[in-house]
Antibody
Framework: QVQLQESGPGLVQPSETLSLTCTVS????????WTWIRQPAGGGLEWIGR???????NYNPSLKSRVSMSIDVSKREFSLTLTSVTAADTAMYYC???????????????WGQGTQVTVSS | QSVLTQPPSASGTPGQRVTISCSGG????????VHWYQHLPGAAPALLIY???ERPSGVADRFSGSKSGTSASLAISGLRSEDEADYYC???????????FGGGTKLTVL
């Protein structure tokens, strides 16, 4: 049974860089898209971006200038970096498995429990 | 402002049938699958309906989905108190080359 676990600092200073890692256990990390989604308190879900095991990425256009993702297949983990953060980036951050193929879209079938990130001095 | 449009709230009494709509456009819902997620309080979102109308194993058949044109719907029959949650639709957007969500619908069981 595949499980995802987010990790990273819960508090980030304004203008600094937010870095999170998601560790995949229970199944192969290969041949899937891996995605990051966030939810501010009282708000809805926002897709941040995704990365394939080859390293190919897609990012939310609204965040593209500040986002980067990487993947380490040998460690079975993928990471999110968000630069120049502000209070608006305070949210619960989830990692999830995107079971889409290259020519069709499919669902986020496995989710991590989420990690709260607060941007504050 | 979410790309996909959902009503912010819905409600029903136990045993009733409730539907939640998800309206999109020609670059997202129209050509692509719609998926629904249930977000219970204090838990991570979970897949509820995939590929418009498919249920993952373990999801009760009280939940069903449909899609027509650029709109989709989630129906919940035999409403139960434990169905009280936020529900989100999502679809891939070909123009944005990314996933888009609805704003979420908060379901209250009266």
């Amino acid at each position: 049974q595949v499980q995802l676990q987010e990790s990273g600092p819960g508090l980030v200073q304004p203008s600094e860089t937010l870095s999170l890692t998601c560790t995949v256990s229970g199944d192969s990390i290969r041949s899937f898209f891996w995605t990051w989604i966030r939810q501010p308190a009282g708000g809805g879900l926002e897709w941040i971006g995704r990365i394939y095991t080859s390293g190919t990425t897609n990012y939310n256009p609204s965040l593209k200038s500040r986002v980067s993702m990487s993947i380490d297949v040998s460690k079975r983990e993928f990471s999110l970096t968000l630069t120049s953060v502000t209070a608006a980036d305070t949210a619960m951050y989830y990692c999830a498995r995107d079971s889409s193929g290259w020519t069709f879209s499919d669902a986020f079938d496995i989710w991590g429990q989420g990690t709260q990130v607060t941007v504050s001095s | 402002q979410s790309v996909l449009t959902q009503p912010p709230s819905a409600s029903g009494t136990p045993g009733q049938r409730v539907t939640i709509s998800c309206s999109g456009g020609s670059s997202n819902v129209g050509p692509n699958n719609v998926h629904w997620y249930q977000h219970l309080p204090g838990a991570a979102p979970a897949l509820l309906i995939y590929r418009n109308n498919e249920r993952p194993s373990g999801v009760a058949d009280r939940f069903s989905g449909s899609k027509s044109g650029t709109s989709a719907s989630l129906a919940i029959s035999g409403l139960r108190s434990e169905d009280e949650a936020d529900y989100y639709c999502a679809a891939w957007d070909d123009r944005l080359s990314g996933w888009v969500f609805g704003g979420g619908t908060k379901l209250t069981v009266l």
